[in-house]
C-alpha cells in the first residue's frame, strides 16, 4: 500500500505563488508516475500536471508556463510550483500516485486526502 500526504495549500493573492509536496511512504509498490489533480466547486476532478519516473511532464494547457512539476524519486517527492497564480486555480488539489503492486504485477492508483488552494484577493 502507498500513502500520500501532500501539504503547501493556502490562501494567495492573485498573481501569487504557492508550491505543493506530496510524499508517498508504503511498500511493495513500484510507483511509475504521479501527479496532481484539482477539482473545483462543482466541477470535474482534473489533471493539472503528471510526471513519470524517467522525468517526463505532463500538463493542461491551462497551467502551461504557470506550474511546474517536479518529482525527487530518492525522497518518493513529488512537487507542484505555481506562479502567477488566478482565481480560477481555487480548487482541492489532490495528490495521485500510479504504481505496479510488486507481489502482483497488477496496476495500482492511490490519492492523498487533497489540500486546498484559494487565490482571492
Known amino acids: 500500500q502507498v500513502q500520500l500526504v501532500e501539504s503547501g495549500g493556502g490562501l494567495v493573492q492573485p498573481g501569487g505563488s504557492l508550491r505543493l509536496s506530496c510524499a508517498a511512504s508504503?511498500?511493495?509498490?513500484?510507483?511509475?508516475?504521479m501527479g496532481w489533480y484539482r477539482q473545483a466547486p462543482g466541477k470535474q476532478r482534473e489533471l493539472v500536471a503528471s510526471?513519470?519516473?524517467?522525468?517526463?511532464?505532463n500538463s493542461a494547457d491551462s497551467v502551461k508556463g504557470r506550474f511546474t512539476i517536479s518529482r525527487d524519486n530518492a525522497k518518493n517527492t513529488v512537487y507542484l510550483q505555481m506562479h502567477s497564480l488566478k482565481p480560477e486555480d481555487t480548487a482541492v488539489y489532490y495528490c495521485?500516485?500510479?504504481?505496479?503492486?510488486?507481489?502482483?504485477?497488477?496496476?495500482?492508483?492511490?490519492w492523498g486526502q487533497g489540500t486546498q488552494v484559494t487565490v482571492s484577493s
Open positions: 510526471i513519470t519516473e524517467a522525468g517526463n511532464t
Open positions: 495521485n500516485a500510479a504504481g505496479v503492486i510488486i507481489a502482483t504485477a497488477r496496476g495500482s492508483e492511490y
Open positions: 508504503g511498500s511493495g509498490v513500484s510507483i511509475y508516475a
